[in-house]
């Protein structure tokens, strides 16, 4: 099953303890068998790391984003500078996600 959300979107969290940053986040990378993503600065957690002098790594509590379900985030128009739902429409032989509010196209941050 494909996702609507893609790798280098951007983000708004609707829904979970991470609700009340309401800027954009990015999109780190999507988890489509589980239907979740990992999303930058959203659901963050310590890990306990073990020191390991070969791979040259210290020992301690580290912190790191864990996913998050894909149903407490929605993806950010830039054109419409609010959280949109997604839609498919076809330029030619392409299937380009649009914006389900104003219609623009929706371009992962990363490609153009």
Do not use: W
């Not at 002098?53 to 996913?67: D, F, L, M, T, Y």
């Amino acid at each position: 099953m494909s996702l609507k959300i893609q790798r280098n979107d951007q983000v708004v969290v609707i829904a979970g303890k991470d609700k009340k940053l309401d800027r954009p986040r990015r999109v780190l990378s999507v988890i489509p068998d589980e239907n979740k993503i990992l999303v930058e600065h959203v659901h963050v957690v310590k890990k306990n790391v073990r020191p390991n002098p070969q791979k040259n790594i210290k020992g301690g509590i580290a912190e790191q984003e864990a996913p998050v379900h894909i149903s407490n985030v929605a993806i950010y128009c830039s054109s419409c500078n609010k959280p949109t739902r997604v839609g498919y429409k076809f330029e030619g032989d392409t299937k380009v996600r649009v914006c389900k509010k104003c219609g623009n196209t929706l371009v992962a941050k990363g490609k153009k």
